[in-house]
């Protein structure tokens, strides 16, 4: 009888597109998010938490901010046989942004909510994509939106909430900035070229105003016209537009003034008269209107019409919220941080499912680049600290050191018993050194017969071995022993003299 061949060991590794997060990382993101729910629910809007899982025909247009319709997710079909042999079934996929999700489950639920909803909800997103550095499949989107209003207070009070979760958050004022432009606007551009709203030029257009941000004036003009040569050599097709079509996009794209007032002026004279167009800078108005009235200044949120991300997506307002301060790439020059968050106008997702058009405006935060962004201005901590650790000098009395631990627990104070091997201490004091842990309790025989405990403070320990004398190490011990009844109180004043970096210990 042949012997059955062996099945080779699965690859313990991570699939491709994907990564792990351990304790520290895990343990900054779930305090940045509480943060900025906090901010959220201040400002009224309720938490929703939907299904990862979505239908592909709830979905619709896969990543409408990319140019491919029918991919892009990770779908599968519900395997159901008719009786002759056919699977049949609906498609399902995870969902690949927390906006599709709110437009059903809006459009299910509207008798029950309020209207207009705010909600705000905070998740992982998945989308089959390409990988690359510091780009991922799955990754974690924090949204805000308002359904069922069409009044610009409701876009502009977005704008407001992103710039307090900034600051709250620990991006400091002068170090970010919310910019401000309008869907609307830019289709009363493309009115003033003779565009109709059915001429696939259109498209064209959009996508390379897309791109104004890394070609500029010359590049984007070069696009709009018989093309150019891009930075490999190879000739890129322009659109084909006269140099008379191609100005209003232009004088779109430079409008910023040095005022409001003036950016508003130019803007106008981009539109011409295009009715949409000026609806769209009313809109601006109103908005700025409102800032200065609510005391966000310029230099917190501007009116700026070079922000041209998602304007193929929005149908009014468009915001972005753009971290000013400089960082250094890998090849060590100096660059600004960019975009954290964006968002805008969307009125016509709800449609799709009530044949009614629902006006919506909201917000996505990337959660990832926001928490390099605290990173960055030193806004986290390097490394969170551990449980208190109470070592096991004898397995014979796991109870006694289970009571411990239980006493520091009811006491508000992160701690556990050593549970690996106890028969080398060394190892156990390896064990708290790897975990960041800021006390080591320990009772021996000797210790448990005179009724008392050593509390070893392994942070000041650390320090006193990096640099300390010998005659400072004996004037700074950093070991105690106190009796048994001490033991919290004393685990409390150490951890209230590490200088503050326990506060995460009690609470």
């Given at each position: 009888m042949a012997k059955a061949k062996k099945q080779p060991r699965p690859k313990a590794e991570t699939p491709k597109g994907f990564r792990d997060y351990f304790g520290e990382e895990v343990t900054q993101r779930t305090h940045m998010l509480a943060t900025i729910a906090r901010v959220y629910h201040h400002y009224g809007f309720d938490a929703l938490e939907s299904s990862a899982v979505e239908t592909v025909e709830a979905l619709g247009k896969f990543l409408p901010d990319v140019d491919r319709p029918n991919a892009g997710v990770f779908a599968w079909q519900e395997a159901e046989e008719d009786g002759e042999g056919n699977t049949r079934g609906d498609w399902?996929?995870?969902?690949?942004?927390?906006?599709?999700?709110?437009?059903?489950?809006?459009a299910q639920h509207r008798n029950d909510l309020p209207n207009p909803y705010r909600r705000y909800a905070m998740g992982p997103v998945w989308r089959n994509e390409k990988p690359g550095p510091g780009r991922y499949r799955q990754f974690y989107q924090c949204d805000a939106d308002t359904v069922g209003t069409a009044s610009m207070a409701a876009d502009a009070e977005i704008c407001m909430m992103l710039s307090d979760t900034l600051e709250t958050v620990g991006i400091p004022r002068g170090d970010y900035l919310v910019r401000v432009n309008n869907r609307k606007v830019l289709n009363g551009v493309l009115e003033a070229m003779g565009l109709p709203e059915d001429?696939?030029?259109?498209?064209?257009?959009?996508?390379?105003?897309?791109k104004f941000d890394?070609?500029?004036?010359?590049?984007?003009?070069?696009?709009?016209?018989?093309?150019?040569?891009?930075?490999?050599?190879?000739?890129?097709?322009?659109?084909?537009?006269?140099?008379?079509?191609?100005?209003?996009?232009?004088?779109?794209?430079?409008?910023?003034?040095?005022?409001?007032?003036?950016?508003?002026?130019?803007?106008?004279?981009a539109v011409g008269d295009s009715a949409v167009g000026q609806e769209g800078i009313d809109e601006l108005e109103l908005m700025g209107a409102l800032f200065a009235a609510s005391g966000y200044g310029d230099d917190r949120i501007l009116i700026d019409p070079s922000i041209v991300r998602g304007l193929g997506y929005y149908t009014g307002p468009v915001f972005e919220a753009e971290l000013t301060f400089e960082i250094l790439d890998e090849k060590g020059r100096k660059r600004q941080f960019g975009s954290v968050a964006g968002g805008g106008r969307y009125d016509g997702l709800v449609k799709r499912f009530t044949g009614q058009e629902v006006p919506a405006v909201g917000v996505s935060i990337g959660v990832d680049r926001l928490l390099a962004a605290l990173r960055e201005k030193g806004r986290l901590a390097a490394t969170p600290t551990g449980p208190v650790v109470v070592t096991v000098m004898d397995r014979e009395r796991m109870a006694d050191y289970q009571?411990?631990?239980?006493?520091?627990?009811?006491?508000?104070i992160r701690a556990e018993v050593y549970l690996g091997n106890p028969k080398n201490f060394g190892n156990q004091l390896k064990y708290a050194d790897k975990r960041n842990s800021p006390v080591a309790i320990i009772e021996g025989g000797e210790e448990k017969e005179r009724g008392v405990v050593q509390i070893k403070d392994l942070i000041l320990g650390a320090r006193i071995a990096e640099s300390a004398t010998l005659e400072e190490w004996k004037e700074r011990p950093s070991q105690f022993e106190v009796a048994r009844r001490d033991l919290v109180a004393k685990v409390r004043e150490i951890l209230a003299s590490q200088s503050g970096t326990q506060s995460g210990q009690e609470g």
């Open positions: 399902m996929a995870l969902r690949y942004d927390l906006t599709a999700p709110l437009a059903r489950v809006y001429d696939p030029k259109r498209d064209d257009v959009l996508r390379t105003i897309d890394k070609l500029g004036v010359t590049g984007v003009r070069e696009l709009l016209g018989k093309g150019r040569l891009d930075a490999s050599g190879a000739y890129i097709d322009g659109v084909g537009l006269a140099d008379h079509q191609a100005e209003p996009v232009l004088a779109f794209l430079t409008s910023k003034g040095a005022t409001v007032g003036e950016t508003m002026t130019n803007l106008r004279a009571a411990m631990v239980a006493e520091l627990r009811a006491a508000g």
